[in-house]
């Protein structure tokens, strides 16, 4: 059994996958704890949590704290169980459902990156599958083509004709494949494509007299 979790998003979800078949779904809008969010999860599909075997986790881009979460969540998993642990682009995630629910030609993934930014990547989706035509690229939300056909969480925030599609762990396992490699979670890391950079607070000044 597959653990899939997406929490890339504003609307977090977790699923159990056996094969491509969804087994249990749940999701939460409310930023809920993981752990109640996957006492959900069990708890509607009557499967003890010792029938995981494999976790896959959306890698995003998005939200910083909610791939962090999952992360930390398929980290633990792996350390007290030895399970392989996998990750997702949520960029792939969303282009993969996009082509399932019948997006053709060309098509923008865009995902809100904060701060006016936007996460983008070009993909061309056919009858027989999708192909992206470039790298995922953080840029300025203003310089999208206005003829793009955009697609993702927030889509119509910067196109009306925009299409909304939130990446769902439900579909995880048919993006990756079902033969999941043998991975460590420690190793995976979020997809944060703007370079970190802070600057150091200067010294408090006190006053001891």
Same mark, same amino acid.
């Given at each position: 059994?597959?653990l899939g979790l997406e929490f890339s998003?504003?609307?977090?979800?977790?699923?159990?996958?056996?094969?491509?078949?969804?087994?249990?779904?749940?999701?939460?809008?409310?930023?809920?704890?993981?752990?109640?969010?996957?006492?959900?999860?069990?708890?509607?599909?009557?499967?003890?949590?010792?029938?995981?075997?494999?976790?896959?986790?959306?890698?995003?881009?998005?939200?910083?704290?909610?791939?962090?979460?999952?992360?930390?969540?398929?980290?633990?998993?792996?350390?007290?169980?030895?399970?392989?642990?996998?990750?997702?682009?949520? #960029?792939? &995630? !969303?282009?993969?459902? /996009?082509?399932?629910?019948? +997006?053709?030609?060309?098509?923008? @993934?865009?995902?809100? %990156?904060?701060?006016?930014?936007?996460?983008?990547?070009?993909?061309?989706?056919?009858?027989?599958?999708?192909?992206?035509?470039?790298?995922?690229?953080?840029?300025?939300?203003?310089?999208?083509?206005?003829? #793009?056909? &955009? !697609?993702?969480?927030? /889509?119509?925030?910067?196109? +009306?004709?925009?299409?909304?599609? @939130?990446?769902?762990? %439900?579909?995880?396992?048919?993006?990756?494949?079902?033969?999941?490699?043998?991975?460590?979670?420690?190793?995976?890391?979020?997809?944060?494509?703007?370079?970190?950079?802070?600057?150091?607070?200067?010294?408090?000044?006190?006053?001891?007299?």
């Amino acid at each position: 059994m597959i653990l899939g979790l997406e929490f890339s998003s504003a609307i977090r979800s977790a699923a159990l996958l056996d094969g491509n078949v969804v087994i249990a779904r749940v999701e939460a809008s409310d930023h809920s704890a993981p752990v109640l969010l996957l006492e959900r999860l069990f708890q509607q599909a009557e499967l003890p949590v010792t029938k995981i075997n494999s976790i896959i986790v959306g890698l995003g881009p998005g939200s910083y704290t909610g791939i962090r979460s999952s992360l930390a969540l398929a980290q633990g998993w792996q350390l007290g169980r030895n399970i392989p642990v996998e990750g997702v682009s949520s #960029a792939e &995630l !969303i282009a993969f459902q /996009a082509w399932h629910g019948g +997006v053709r030609n060309v098509a923008t @993934v865009v995902i809100d %990156a904060q701060r006016g930014d936007v996460y983008k990547a070009d993909y061309e989706f056919a009858e027989s599958g999708f192909r992206a035509l470039g790298e995922l690229a953080i840029m300025p939300a203003n310089a999208l083509s206005t003829d #793009a056909k &955009l !697609i993702g969480p927030e /889509a119509t925030k910067w196109n +009306v004709m925009g299409t909304t599609i @939130v990446p769902d762990a %439900a579909h995880l396992n048919q993006v990756l494949g079902v033969a999941l490699p043998s991975g460590a979670a420690n190793l995976l890391e979020p997809i944060y494509l703007r370079e970190t950079n802070f600057i150091k607070a200067a010294p408090s000044k006190r006053n001891f007299e």
